[in-house]
């Protein structure tokens, strides 16, 4: 497909800054071409809840995050406190059904793995 087709296919994030806090590198770096081709500043990825956190306490100005619930081992709601206490928007990247999150984080969109971008 070419580029001026599947631009048709976007949705237009001109400008949004979006988060992306992933650890599976290929995933991530298809997060982020697919968000950049949509007009979105990419902020990251971050593969650990450490980078993450670093970040936001720098800059802490995403418009939306995009949130992998396991990095590396380390369960990413710190993360997510952090997005909710700041009024950010974000959802979960996960294997995970609902019934494995925290009652506190049930409700929170998210994408299952596989993602189909």
Do not use: C
């Amino acid at each position: 497909m070419t580029e001026r087709k599947l631009a048709a296919f976007l949705p237009d994030l001109g400008g949004k800054r979006v988060m992306i806090v992933e650890d599976e590198y290929l995933l991530a770096a298809d997060l982020a071409r697919f968000l950049d081709q949509a007009g979105a500043l990419v902020i990251g990825p971050f593969p650990t809840v450490h980078e993450a956190l670093d970040h936001l306490s720098l800059d802490p100005t995403p418009d939306f995050a995009m949130l992998d619930v396991n990095l590396r081992g380390d369960m990413v709601f710190a993360v997510a406190d952090f997005l909710i206490a700041a009024g950010i928007p974000f959802l979960f990247i996960t294997g995970y059904d609902t019934g494995v999150l925290p009652p506190a984080y049930a409700a929170m969109p998210r994408l299952e793995k596989p993602i189909d971008l």
